[in-house]
C-alpha cells in the first residue's frame, strides 16, 4: 500500500527565504506526483505536475523535482513572500486510473 | 485548470436532518468524481469513488447508507449526508477527472458543514 510523508509538518520562516519542502512515498512505481497548494477553509490548488519520466517541473518560483527511484520529491520555493502562507499537500497517482494518495501536508508560514 | 464548483460553500444544520451538496465539473465532463472528507490540521481522507451512471464505491468505514452519493449525469454528483449527527461536522471536497492527457483531478472549494 502506497504511503505519502512529507517533512516537515509545519515550517516558519522569514520573508524572502529560499525553502524547500520534502514529500517521500514507499513505493516508486508511480503514474505521477502533485504538488497542491491549499489555503485555510478553501479547496485545492493544482501547483505543479510531474509525470513519472520527468524530473522537474518549475512556474514561476516553484519547483518541484522528482527522483522516482528513491521515493522523493521537493518542492523549492525561491525568495519566500507572506502569500506563500498555506499549506502545501503532495499526493502521488499509481496508475492513469487510479486515485491520489496525499501526504498530511507542510503547513508554511511566511513572516513579514 | 479546468473549475469545479461546489454548493453550498458553507452549511449549517440541525442534528438529524439530512444535507446535500452539489459538486460541478463548469467547463469539461467528469468521468469520475472523488469524495474526500477533512478534518482540522489533517489530509485529505477519501470517501468514495463514483463514475457516471454507476454506483459509487466506498472506501472502507465509510457508510454508504449515511452517504449517499449520486453522480446521475457527467457534470453534476451529489453528496447527501443523512441524518447528520454533530461528529459529520467536517470540510467535504469533491474531486473531478475527465480524461485527458494526465488524467487529471480538479478540485473544487470545499463545503463546510456544522451540525448543531
Known amino acids: 500500500k502506497q504511503e505519502v510523508t512529507q517533512i516537515p509538518a509545519a515550517l516558519s520562516v522569514p520573508e524572502g527565504e529560499n525553502l524547500v519542502l520534502n514529500c517521500s512515498f514507499t513505493?516508486?512505481?508511480?503514474?505521477?506526483l502533485q504538488w497542491f497548494r491549499q489555503d485555510p477553509g478553501k479547496g485545492l490548488t493544482s501547483l505543479l505536475l510531474i509525470q513519472s519520466s520527468q524530473r522537474e517541473q518549475t512556474s514561476g518560483r516553484l519547483n518541484a523535482s522528482l527522483d522516482k527511484s528513491s521515493g522523493r520529491s521537493t518542492l523549492y520555493i525561491a525568495a519566500s513572500q507572506p502569500g506563500d502562507s498555506a499549506t502545501y499537500l503532495c499526493a502521488v497517482k499509481e496508475t492513469s486510473g487510479s486515485r491520489l494518495t496525499f501526504g498530511e501536508g507542510t503547513q508554511l508560514t511566511v513572516n513579514p | 485548470g479546468a473549475v469545479v464548483s461546489q454548493h453550498p460553500s458553507r452549511v449549517i444544520c440541525k442534528s438529524g436532518t439530512s444535507v446535500k451538496i452539489e459538486c460541478r465539473s463548469l467547463d469539461f465532463q467528469a468521468t469520475t468524481m472523488f469524495w474526500y472528507r477533512q478534518f482540522p490540521k489533517q489530509s485529505l481522507m477519501l470517501m468514495a469513488t463514483?463514475?457516471?451512471?454507476?454506483?459509487?464505491?466506498?472506501e472502507q468505514g465509510v457508510e454508504k447508507d449515511k452517504f449517499l452519493i449520486n453522480h446521475a449525469s457527467l457534470t453534476l454528483s451529489t453528496l447527501t449526508v443523512t441524518s447528520a449527527h454533530p461528529e459529520d461536522s467536517s470540510f467535504y471536497i469533491c474531486?473531478?477527472?475527465?480524461?485527458?492527457?494526465?488524467?487529471?483531478?480538479?478540485f473544487g472549494p470545499g463545503t463546510r458543514l456544522t451540525v448543531l
Open positions: 474531486s473531478a477527472r475527465g480524461g485527458g492527457v494526465y488524467n487529471e483531478q480538479f
Open positions: 513505493d516508486s512505481a508511480i503514474y505521477n
Open positions: 463514483s463514475n457516471e451512471g454507476s454506483k459509487a464505491t466506498y
